[in-house]
């Protein structure tokens, strides 16, 4: 059975830092990529970062570029999402996502939940003015 267990999320002021990790585990099938996402009150969850393919390549919302990096462990069961500059609107609970199938794609589309077939639990992120 998949698992995908987030830590590290928290409160913080405007300016600072945190690192989410997200723990994956159980899965037989290839895992092509694996994202963070978020959803704010009231809004649609939305895609912030992706690490895919065998050579680790990331993008990024533009509402983060520059000030999150999304990253991984060397033997690929553990992901990071390393958060510098946090603004209020950065307010959310973040979510770990893992695209597993049987064969990956050979391009990798926009950043939308629906290609996503394992989830984490969430974990909340509030930053303060």
């Known amino acids: 059975q998949v698992q995908l267990v987030e830590s590290g999320g928290g409160s913080v002021q405007a300016g600072g830092s945190l690192r989410l990790s997200c723990a994956i585990s159980g899965y037989t099938t290839s895992q092509c990529s694996v994202a963070w996402f978020r959803q704010a009150p009231g809004k649609e969850r939305e895609g912030v970062a992706r690490i895919y393919g065998a050579f680790g390549s990331t993008n990024y919302a533009d509402s983060v570029k520059g000030r999150f990096t999304i990253s991984q462990s060397n033997a690929k069961n553990t992901f990071y999402l390393q958060m510098n500059s946090l603004k209020p609107e950065d307010t959310a609970i973040y979510y770990c996502?893992?695209?597993?199938?049987?064969?990956?794609?050979?391009?990798?589309?926009?950043?939308?939940?629906?290609?996503?077939?394992?989830w984490g639990q969430g974990t909340q992120v509030t930053v303060s003015s």
């Open positions: 996502a893992a695209e597993l199938r049987g064969v990956c794609p050979a391009a990798y589309g926009p950043l939308t939940p629906g290609r996503y077939t394992a």
